[in-house]
């Protein structure tokens, strides 16, 4: 019962912020993301990169594992946290990787603590952003949900859902939330707004500059139930590392996302 007020608390602030940022209550600002002076061929090959560290990355460990440990070492639910890690880190030494061959930084050091807001201000536009997306996701993600039961698809959870909800093993569950609230935060915000968005917006029609990382970034949670609501999350942190100029504001309010989904899954409220 006290989980339930406070998550109704945490929506109804959210709804406060998001009336006044639809009205312009929140206050207003230029474009504080600086364009990024890097050529199409090194964009391309460093997408390649992160993409072949996704790739290998899992099938080294599998490979690694089965050899080692032997074929029950890929079985369970530390398996999927273990690919998954496998997964997240990979398309980051990828990323790391271009960035040591061609200077492709989709960011400067500074900015993962904020290089247009002072120091302890991106924790709070983090923790604002997040509480937006609560209920903007919530109702994205109800009519979605609606819509694809209307047209007789599944509504199946991910995975990863359903795991939490299940996790018994509190070695496992430790892990499984340093996976969903940091490295994956970290990795997906770099790649996709600070990387893949950044490049884009002062290159193709805005719109699209938001909307295909967002894409890209829903598809690869491989989920028709979390697809839009996913993509229109995407879109809303790109705005918010927009806005505010640092990557670190988007990789808090993802962090915080997925931590409260956690929470609400675990205490039976919803997937």
Known sequence: MLFIAFAVCIWLA????????????LGTSSPAVPAWPLSIEKFITSGLLVF???????????????DILGPAATDGDWWMIVQGASFQ?????????????????????????GSVLPKPKPIL?????????????DGVGYLWKTIIEFFGYSTSEQDMVD???????????????????????????????????????????RALALILPALLFALLHGNLAAFTPLCVLG????????????????????????????????AGITG
Not at 97 to 111: E, M, T
Request: proline share 5%; hydrophobic share 60%; with cysteine.
């Open 89 to 113: 880190i990979g398309m980051l030494c990828g990323a790391l990787l271009a960035s040591v061959l061609f200077h492709a930084r989709p960011v400067d050091s500074s900015a993962l603590v």
């Open 235 to 266: 879109v809303f942190f790109a705005l918010a590392y927009e806005r505010t100029g640092s990557i670190a504001v988007p990789m808090i309010a993802h962090a915080l996302f997925n931590l409260h989904t956690i929470v609400r899954v675990m």
């Open 125 to 137: 536009a983090g923790l604002i952003t997040f509480l937006i997306a609560i209920p903007l996701i």
């Open 14 to 25: 959210g709804l406060v912020l998001l009336y006044r940022l639809a009205t312009g209550r």
């Open 52 to 66: 072949a560290g996704g790739i290998l990355f899992p099938q080294l460990t599998t490979y690694l594992s089965h």
């Open 163 to 205: 795991l939490f909800r299940n996790a018994d093993d509190p070695y496992l569950l430790v892990w499984m939330i340093v996976l969903a609230a940091i490295v994956a935060p970290i990795t997906e915000e770099l790649i996709f707004r600070a990387g893949l968005f950044r490049y884009l917006r002062t290159r193709i029609p």
